[in-house]
């Protein structure tokens, strides 16, 4: 049966909107975990945010970052990923029944610690899991679309809304 529910699409598509949405459509209390979320200047993405839906956030890359570790034009700051990431997921896990992992990307799968926990979540298929996922070709990311459990949601401009409300009917049945 599948229990990790995974929005893919293009960039900026309204992935992470649709999750913000599907939280207030079935209610709040019912998830845990985190979503990450553009910083901006007055014109351009210069950074990322990592923000617990218990409300702890931290920037995890930013073009300024001094980090040694860059993805595209981004210093990727694994640690801080990691502290806020994994310990939302964690404490989801323990007290919620539905966990938010927004997203699995290109920069999330610097982390080995958080690479191994989405293999475990979604193999032993007892908890929901609602995400979304990079939708370009990586090895890792490859391997968790394939895993057993996982059922994807490809999105664009045109069925986002659709989208939006055929999983949250999805995750309704398994509730």
Do not use: W
């Amino acid at each position: 049966m599948d229990t990790c529910f995974l929005l893919t699409g293009k960039p900026r598509v309204g992935k992470s909107t649709a999750i913000k949405r599907i939280i207030h459509r079935i209610g709040p209390e019912y998830f845990g975990g985190f979503y990450t979320e553009e910083v901006r200047n007055s014109m351009d993405r210069i950074g990322f945010n990592c923000v617990t839906l218990t409300g702890d956030s931290g920037p995890i890359a930013s073009v300024d970052s001094k980090s040694s570790v860059r993805v595209g034009r981004y210093g990727v700051e694994i640690d801080t990923f990691e502290d806020i990431a994994l310990k939302a997921v964690r404490q989801s896990l323990d007290t919620k029944r539905i966990t938010v992992i927004d997203e699995i990307g290109f920069m999330q799968m610097l982390s080995v610690p958080f690479r191994e926990m989405i293999h475990e979540i979604v193999s032993s298929s007892q908890h929901i899991i609602l995400g979304t996922i990079c939708v370009d070709r990586h090895p890792e990311i490859d391997k968790i679309k394939e895993l057993t459990g996982i059922k994807l949601y490809p999105m664009n401009e045109e069925n986002r809304d659709m989208t939006t409300e055929v999983l949250v009917n999805d995750i309704l049945k398994l509730c």
